[in-house]
């Protein structure tokens, strides 16, 4: 069996057991109470593990060696703060991705929102911000992408970053996903190592986080309900509740954070290129779209996981709007 047909078959595996053991944890807690009453923690813990473990008995089974999958390079400081920057010079592109999926449904943002209500800021930056940063690019930027590569690189980037989107199991965070995906396996070429996009993702967890726990103190010290705290702002996505003037502003917002977006872009873009020249790599950058084999790297298992992860989806948008 190809590498690819045997990691596509992982990923049918993951979406299998990753929404399997939700929907049946989610039964078991309306038998077992205490179920539901579980710290926070330990739920991000479970969710996580469902991603990590079928990846590690992979490597087992498939006899390859973890680091196969970890291209592992001390990066120097240099690299590090470079990569911060060039993160937060993205974030506006991801603002205007999340506020456009808004606009039809807010499930995952309402959901981390809630998440963050009342827990404690240093578990939330090891458990919300530090374990998917290491996870996920194990099993995202590791497994795949590093499976993908060996057959054409650009279409390795665009499907391993798909897959990430698919992964979030809501459409609220799968646009910026996405761009996110494409964002952390050009800068893993970069550098060379996955400690770069492990510290990009991490960086954009832990600015979620922060932001989650002052967003709350900054409103109620301005005296303004709590978006959170409003239900019928989850009922559908903004577009739904909102009167047309609000929707209008919303839709300025949108624009002028576009605008923004597409100045801070072209700044993270000279960034990039920064990064690759300080590790020597720019010119592996130019050359890596050449080439590749002709081995398909989509596969029936992948279709069938892309199409369990969309129907999930749309579940959970019609269960939000009824």
């Not at 995952?108 to 940063?133: E, I, K, Y």
């Not at 303004?224 to 509740?241: C, D, M, N, T």
């Not at 917002?253 to 000279?270: F, L, R, S």
Request: net charge positive; charged share 10%.
């Amino acid at each position: 069996m190809s590498n690819n047909k045997s990691v596509n078959r992982l990923f049918l595996a993951v979406i299998v057991i990753y929404i399997g053991v939700s929907l049946g944890f989610g039964m078991l807690a309306s038998y077992f109470p205490i179920l539901g009453e579980l710290p926070v923690y330990v739920n991000i813990l479970l969710s996580q593990a469902l991603i990590f473990l079928p990846g590690l008995a992979y490597c087992r089974h498939r006899g390859i060696a973890i680091r196969e999958f970890i291209p592992y390079r001390r990066i120097n400081f240099a690299t590090a703060i470079l990569v911060v920057i060039c993160t937060y010079l993205m974030y506006p592109m991801i603002i205007v991705l999340n506020a456009i999926s808004m606009l039809f449904t807010n499930t995952g943002t309402a959901a981390v929102a809630d998440l963050m209500q009342g827990q404690s800021f240093l578990l939330s930056v090891l458990f919300v911000a530090g374990m998917p940063a290491f996870v996920e690019e194990f099993m995202f930027r590791g497994v795949l992408f590093h499976t993908y590569r060996k057959s054409r690189m650009l279409s390795a980037i665009l499907l391993s970053a798909f897959l990430f989107g698919c992964m979030h199991m809501n459409l609220n965070q799968f646009m910026y996903a996405f761009a996110l995906g494409v964002y952390l396996a050009f800068l893993v070429e970069a550098t060379g190592s996955i400690l770069s996009s492990m510290l990009a993702h991490f960086t954009l967890n832990v600015t979620s986080v922060v932001l989650s726990f002052l967003l709350p103190v900054l409103s109620r010290i301005a005296g303004v309900e709590e978006l959170s705290q409003a239900p019928q702002i989850r009922q559908g996505g903004y577009a739904a509740v909102m009167e047309s003037n609000e929707l209008l502003v919303f839709l300025m917002g949108i624009i002028i954070w576009a605008i923004i977006a597409v100045g801070t872009t072209c700044g993270a873009v000279g960034i990039y290129y920064a990064i690759c020249r300080i590790n020597g790599r720019w010119e592996h950058v130019k050359q890596m779209f050449r080439g590749g084999s002709r081995e398909h790297m989509v596969t029936v298992p992948l279709v069938i996981g892309i199409g369990i992860a969309f129907a999930f989806m749309g579940l959970s948008i019609i269960t939000e709007m009824m």
